[in-house]
């Protein structure tokens, strides 16, 4: 069967709606199990388990998981037992994924992986990361209430990642990077803000925390048939449209840098304005500079490029930047900092349009920097190439995403009724990292009001169904 995909992108929005496909009627006869049965498990077991994960925080305050950390092993033992409950067989790696296989009807076929991170951001939602492996658990237990995982095709294997989000050591997708087998064993010796490094943490917590245990992570790309996940939209689009589902098409790639700017520390009131060295100001104007060169590139990119070829691609709303960090030394009111440094998140749908930009943007703060006389560096702390998603697990989440919807009462429009979005994700995801594996496909969440990584992060109850509904029908038509 041949199947086209229109594209077109919205300029303020990041997860872009791509197109709106009309699917060819499901054959219900194929599906044996009711989507209608096990709500319990596939909506109120579910949120139950999300609001219990929201609970495990390293604060009292807000919540927060980060590698490794009290919290973190706490809620990857809970996501264990879970997994048990489910009838999967489970271990932890030696990167702290908790894994939860079942061998189906033939152990020995290639597997499908399915999985999310179980990490936050500070001051995290609940549902970014969780979402993804409370609904597979769901989906997979509802099999296992009526005796039909031992009918699945192949092995279906849940994985919690340890790490995705990066806010420990900078540097994102710790767990699925190590499955993948693309993460270096130099990461080992990357500290966090204490000093204590990646390899000191995993020993810490009876890891091995060596070059050969990272190395011995990586699966044998034979063994995996594809990697699906399931996620929180982190934007607006699906709401806005009425409906609770959406597939993803690609995933936008990202570079961070960290900058630094360093001058002369000095007395805030002893030293004349005129003779100052201070690093601030060149700081904030490459600020500046980064906000303006990917709000409006065509104005502000250099008119001599070595990538000229590649310019004719970066318009408004092709790419974002964010600066998310700024920490000046010694940070007192009454001192001129003697150094800045500030990060710079970089994402875009096309891998050249990102790198034009990053080009200009070392080019124009060195320019700065030199201008004022002060010195500054600038580190590649993350790359990640943009992915695309494979075809026919997109129409294969299409399908799963429509017969789980169309029963229940989730969209706002009855023109949507045959309706599946097709979403161009701008958020990085373990997808990527395991798209050097195998196969990958995403399904997105609708979130109100397009709100993440707040704690204002919220799904409905019939969202969080409609996914579990989604992936238990996708398992039934491996």
Known sequence: MERSLSVTFSILSVAVIIAAVSLPEWNKQETEMKLDSFSNILRDEAVFRLEHLGKISDSDKYLQRTFLSPASIKAGNLIEEWMKDAGLRTWVDQMGNVHGRTDGGNASAPALLIGSHLDTVIDAGMYDGSLGI?????A????????????????????????????????????????????????????DKSGLTIQDALRDNAFDGTEESLLQLKYDPQSVWGYIEVHIEQGPVLEGHGVPLGVVVGIAGQTRLKVTVKGSQGHAGTVPMSMRNDPMPAAAEAILIVEKLCKYPEEHLNKVSNYESSRKGISQGSIVCTVGELASWPGASNVIPGQVIFTVDVRAKE??????????????????????????????????SAVECDKDMIFSLQNAA?????????????????????LMSGAGHDAMAMSHL?????????????????????VVEDDIWAASRSLLAFLQEL
Do not use: W
């Open 134 to 138: 409370v609904c597979a658990l769901a």
């Open 140 to 191: 997979i237990k509802a099999l296992k209430t009526t005796g039909k995982v031992e009918e699945l095709p192949r092995p279906v294997e849940v994985i919690a990642f340890s790490d995705e989000e990066g806010v420990r050591f900078h540097s994102t997708f710790l767990g699925s990077a190590a499955v993948a087998g693309i993460l270096a064993v130099d990461i080992l010796r990357v500290a």
């Open 351 to 384: 891998d050249t349009i990102r790198e034009v930009i990053i080009s200009e943007l070392n080019d124009r703060i060195f320019q700065i920097c030199d201008q004022r006389s002060i010195s500054c560096s600038i580190e590649r702390k993350h790359d990640a």
């Open 402 to 422: 429509r017969i789980a919807t169309q029963n229940l009462a989730l969209l706002q429009i009855s023109k949507a009724s045959n309706v599946v979005p097709l």
């Open 438 to 458: 195998t196969k990958v496909g995403m399904l997105f969440v609708r979130c109100t009001g397009g709100i993440s990584h707040s704690p204002e992060e919220y």
